[in-house]
């Protein structure tokens, strides 16, 4: 926007020069000349009669003089008489030599608070200040609003900035500290920064009363602690240090805002000594303490009383947090069963971010935001009903800038105006302060209006430091800035007027003028010699700008620009240049593409020769980036008048107006075309949920953008709170046409809460979805399945136990849901029904002292709610508990297969007495002075009348019972029978090896191996050999004392390994490695090489033996 304009009303026309500065017409050259070189002389002046001299209002900001200056001090005319005159030129030199020679403090480091831990006296309170500042700062402090008299007390010291307190007391040095940085600009104080300190006194000696409670009942034991600060954390330990208090899948709970120990279901085994255990941690130090013993005490009961749960933990109901903090709610019940704890919002869904302990107990939100506002509940359920509480949580803010305030440069008998806005929540004050002190409204002069400052008639004494101070009862925030009140005769040095000023012809030209000034100078133009002044085609506005156009050759020459006010004067020349006009030459042209399309739209310009020419290309005002390879827009290079644009796969985002804009240095031509892109229809608008019933709804919607191509069809996706993913729905019609606006939604499930979104689509494809709806709930009704995975059986003896799978929340259909339950004896003709009011629960069990073990039942479930009842389930079979077998197996028998394994064989049991499903068979077996309770067992996988026992001792005897067993233990044991392993193998290896080579035949020889008296006779030789390279290994079985082997074909080798064997198994191995090399062969002695240990591999080959031929000798 243009400034407005106003006619320039010159003086008579000055001489013409450049930066010059001229003493105002009405001061005397000898008066002037004094005052700019008499500095000693003029602090000695009054400025006003009975004032103090004009340099002592300054003279603390003020530095010595170094230089002359120009004079900077406005006076009406009216007021101006000798002794007035020289004050003037007092403050001149004086407050601009404040001005020239710096700034005022900025804050590079403030004190931050700090927690202290009591008595730690060694150590040293040290907070930081540090600003920078021309000249530097001083510092000085304040505590509690006081000043703090550093000379005064030995324990305080100044280092820099900062302040350090030694050997600091809680009594005397707590406390909200403010450091104040000082210079000759002005003052500005810090943040507060409190100094607290910590501490932790020990627990009362005083002994504890103790506590009973009766075996399932819930109980607290309180902490009590003693004086602390800050807070603590809280453990327990039970008896003695540091067997801490576990969870146990939810049963105790410690709180950490009281430190008590509560427990949801008392057991026997927790009777014990309970010590609350506290913890202060700090940055220096860490102090635990813990109590006097609280005794707990735990009465069995036979039979413990089942309760629903009761929420004794609770909450705050109205909890106040900060953005950006965390908040922790604790919730806990008693009852029996142990309660599952549930929290949801009441008012909107769990924030994503929540984190709950693994038993519920604790919900914590971090990093508060306002939409976690709201109310929170906690449920607390088990078998027996359920129990809630609900609190509210507000989030509040500490003060934040929105609008701050910055350094000012102002005119003297000017006007400021500062704004700073904060938000926060409570809405924070504002108030002002002024070199560190508080400033107020002062008659029409100074208004401060909360966030609004207004000085009108800006005085020299008004320069300083300012400070924008918010706070609200969570916290204090400082906005700084520095005015200067400047006074300066007419100066174009730092900005004149440019030199070369290149213009278009025909164009139009702006040539500013802006001298520093203060006050506000006159300002004006000439051409050459020629006073300009406002005409149909100059214009010279109130800002000195002049604004010339229609230029054509005749408007070249120097302009020159004249400012003047009472301190003097001073000019600035530029030099108008004229150039021919830039101008379109081939204007793009409109289109229309299909979406993915490329287009090229052209564009060529002339322009002045001595100028370069660029081309930019606009879309919808917007500037198009063309340097990007891979993007959609690109720059044919050529030619240098050439600027055509190509588009690159065209989408729906690049249709509108294309602007080409050919331009030098002074001028600018433009052209623009419309592009069309056809592609597919934008996404419909307002989808609003109607009709809403059990399994439908009615949905209507607005057509959106078609993108240039007729709307064909819609349709409908739709999702569940349960599930994130978008799926199409069933429509009435099935069909939607493109011309519809609205559908019904069926085949919904009842009480269910769902969104939908609606896609439209045309010959070019499917456009975006549009947003979603509201979520809607469908009305409930009746369950219109039943529940699946109808099962059961085991338990306890007189215990039917029925099983099934949860219904998942979808096929509820509405409140108040839970099962109803049908059984009978198979042989009874009329059924007994229970009902489970919980829709979570899976199983079900039922008690009757006349119930038989093993007894078929006919089972079928249902599900109902408010609405009503659904269908039965299909019939099951399930069975009541098990007991043991009352049969003992018969005719067993044991046989020793080795020194080290027996086989044990029996005849199997009847199924029919076994009082269940028979699982299988369990051996026990002990020695001989050993106690049957001490036996060893094995059990078999099966039905398997044979098992193999292993791991026994040489030469021993066994005694073995069998027993049949089931799910509910196993049966009577069959009468002892006894069995003696072998003889232990042979201890000694064969010996004295040799070996022939015969072609590609070896014959390995050795020496027969002699058993000792307690080992089993020697029966044979095992022989376990390979060639080099393979993998598999073989195993002949030698009643002689060699072997005749084949050798590889090439130069490999045969590794082997022969052992005796007797009837107590088989006996170390001798391992050598044969290979054709002369004849010779290498003997190897406990080697592993590619080899499984020979006792290994013999006992895990024993079956492979049956099927390998002897080989002949």
């Not at 399932?216 to 954390?233: E, F, M, R």
């Not at 129990?387 to 803010?397: H, L, S, Y």
């Not at 005409?535 to 010339?548: E, P, Q």
Request: net charge neutral; proline share 8%; hydrophobic share 35%.
């Amino acid at each position: 926007m243009r400034p407005t304009p106003t006619r320039a009303t010159p003086p008579t026309p000055p001489h013409l020069h450049t930066h010059s500065h001229t003493p105002p017409r009405h001061l005397s050259a000898a008066v002037l000349s004094r005052a700019a070189w008499e500095p000693s002389r003029i602090s000695s002046l009054a400025c006003c009669s009975g004032s103090q001299p004009a340099s002592a209002a300054l003279q603390q900001r003020s530095p010595p003089l170094k230089r002359f200056l120009p004079l900077v001090v406005i006076v009406e005319p009216r007021m101006w008489h000798p002794s007035g005159l020289l004050c003037l030129l007092s403050l001149s030199f004086i407050g601009l030599g404040a001005q020239a020679s710096g700034y005022g403090p900025v804050f590079e480091e403030q004190p931050s608070s700090l927690l202290f831990p009591d008595g730690l006296t060694e150590e040293k309170v040290n907070l930081g200040c540090r600003a920078r500042a021309s000249p530097p700062a001083t510092y000085r402090w304040k505590v509690n609003g006081t000043d703090v008299r550093v000379e005064d007390e030995p324990r305080y010291t100044l280092v820099a900035g900062n302040l350090v307190i030694s050997a600091p007391q809680r009594g005397q040095d707590s406390g909200s500290y403010q450091c104040l940085a000082t210079n000759p600009s002005g003052t500005i104080i810090s943040q507060e920064a409190s100094v607290r300190f910590g501490y932790l006194r020990e627990f009362p000696p005083d002994e504890r009363s103790p506590q009973t409670v009766y075996e399932g009942a819930g109980t607290v034991i309180p902490c009590q602690p003693p004086p602390h600060y800050p807070a603590l954390s809280y453990r327990w330990f039970v008896n003695e240090f540091p067997t801490f208090v576990q969870p146990d899948r939810g049963r105790w709970f410690v709180s950490q805002v009281t430190g008590n120990l509560y427990l949801a279901k008392a057991e026997p085994n927790d009777t014990g000594n309970y010590f609350c255990f506290g913890t202060n941690s700090m940055e220096f130090t860490t102090k635990s303490v813990f109590s006097k013993p609280n005794q707990l005490t735990v009465q069995p009961d036979a039979s413990p009383r089942k309760s629903a749960p009761n929420i004794k933990v609770r909450f705050p109901s109205d909890t106040y947090a900060l953005t950006g903090r965390s908040v922790q709610l604790e919730c806990f019940a008693y009852g029996n069963p142990v309660p599952k704890l549930r929290w949801r919002k009441v008012d909107g869904s769990l924030p994503s971010k929540v984190v709950t302990s693994a038993e519920g107990s604790v919900l914590l939100v971090p990093e508060l935001g306002f939409e976690d506002e709201g109310m929170y509940e906690c449920e607390a359920r088990n078998s027996e009903g359920r129990d809630t509480f609900q609190g509210r949580i507000t989030v509040q803010a500490q003060p934040e800038w929105l609008e701050m305030i910055s350094d000012s440069e102002k005119e003297i008998s000017s006007e400021l105006r500062w704004r700073c806005v904060a938000g926060g929540k409570p809405r924070p004050s504002i108030r002002w302060l002024r070199n560190g002190q508080l400033l107020a409204s002062q008659q029409d002069r100074i208004e401060v209006n909360n966030g609004q400052l207004k000085i009108s008639s800006l005085a020299l004494e008004d320069s300083g430091m300012y400070q924008c101070v918010a706070e609200n009862k969570h916290g204090t925030i400082y906005s700084n800035a520095e005015l200067k009140v400047q006074v300066q005769a007419p100066d174009f040095r730092l900005n004149p007027v440019r030199r070369l000023i290149p213009a278009a012809r025909g164009g139009q030209v702006m040539m500013k003028c802006r001298p520093r000034a203060a006050p506000k100078p006159t300002l004006f133009w000439s051409r050459g010699t020629e006073l300009l002044s406002n005409s149909s085609r100059v214009t010279i506005y109130a800002d000195g700008t002049l604004w010339i156009q229609n230029i054509s050759r005749a408007d070249e020459g120097k302009y020159t620009c004249f400012a003047e006010n009472f301190l003097g004067k001073a000019n600035s020349t530029g030099i108008l240049s004229v150039r021919d006009a830039t101008k379109i030459t081939l204007v793009p042209s409109n289109a229309d593409i299909n979406q993915g399309e490329n287009i090229t739209l052209q564009c060529h310009a002339s322009h002045d020769p001595t100028m370069d020419l660029t081309f930019t290309w606009s879309l919808n005002g917007v500037l198009l980036d063309t340097e990007q390879d891979s993007g959609h827009f690109h720059r044919l290079e050529g030619k240098e008048t050439v600027g055509d644009l190509t588009i690159v796969n065209g989408q729906l985002g690049h249709a509108g107006t294309y602007m080409c804009t050919a331009q030098t240095v002074v001028d600018s031509a433009s052209a623009s075309a419309k592009l069309v892109v056809r592609g597919p229809p934008g996404p419909p608008g307002g989808v609003v949920v109607k009709g809403i019933n059990e399994s439908a709804v009615e949905l209507r919607w607005s057509r959106g953008y078609d993108n240039h191509s007729p709307i064909g069809k819609y349709s409908i996706m739709g999702r569940t709170r349960l599930a994130d993913t978008w799926k199409p729905m069933r429509t009435g019609p099935a069909n939607i046409e493109g011309n519809a606006e609205s559908a019904h939604v069926i085949g919904l499930l009842p009480w269910m809460d769902y969104e939908f979104r609606v896609i439209a689509s045309n010959i070019l494809g499917s456009g975006e979805p549009s947003m979603a709806s509201q979520s809607v709930r469908t009305r409930q009704a009746a369950p219109t399945v039943a529940p699946s995975g109808l099962g059961g059986g085991g338990g306890d003896r007189h215990e039917l136990i029925i099983t099934w799978t949860p219904m998942a929340r979808e096929y509820q259909n509405g409140e108040g849901f839970g099962y109803i339950l049908a059984f009978r004896n198979r042989a009874a003709p009329n059924w007994e029904f229970f009902t489970v009011p919980n829709a979570e629960s899976s199983r079900f069990v039922y008690q009757n002292d006349s119930l038989s073990a093993y007894c078929p039942f006919e089972v079928k479930i249902k599900a109902y709610n408010s609405k009503g009842e659904g269908p039965y389930s299909q019939i099951a079979l399930v069975h009541s508990a098990e007991e043991e077998p009352t049969v003992t197996p018969r005719r067993v028998n044991a046989t020793s297969q080795s020194a080290f394994e027996i086989l044990v064989s029996w005849d199997p049991v009847q199924h029919l007495s076994t009082n269940g499903v028979l699982q299988g068979y369990e051996i026990r077996y002990w020695r001989q002075n050993e106690k049957a309770a001490a036996a060893d067992r094995v059990r078999t996988a099966g039905l398997e009348s044979t098992a193999r026992v292993s791991g026994l001792r040489p030469s021993t005897l066994y005694y073995v019972t069998v027993l049949a067993y089931n799910s509910a233990g196993t049966g009577p044991p069959s009468a002892p029978t006894t069995v003696t392993t072998k003889k232990p193998p042979p201890s000694r290896s064969p010996e004295n090896v040799s070996w022939r080579i015969d072609g590609t035949w070896v014959t390995v020889a050795w020496d027969h191996v002699k058993a000792l008296k307690n080992e089993s006779a020697v029966s044979s030789y095992k022989v376990l050999y390979k060639h080099e390279g393979q993998v598999a290994l073989k195993v002949q079985d030698k009643s002689k004392t060699s072997i005749r082997l084949p050798l590889p074909q090439d130069n490999g080798y045969v590794v082997l390994e022969i052992c005796a064997s007797g009837e107590g198994g088989d006996g170390p191995p001798h391992e050598i490695i044969v290979s054709r090399d002369s004849g010779t062969g290498m003997m190897v002695q406990n080697s592993a090489r590619d080899l499984t240990p020979l006792h290994t591999v013999l006992t895990t080959t024993a079956v492979m033996l049956a099927f390998i031929g002897l080989l002949e000798l």
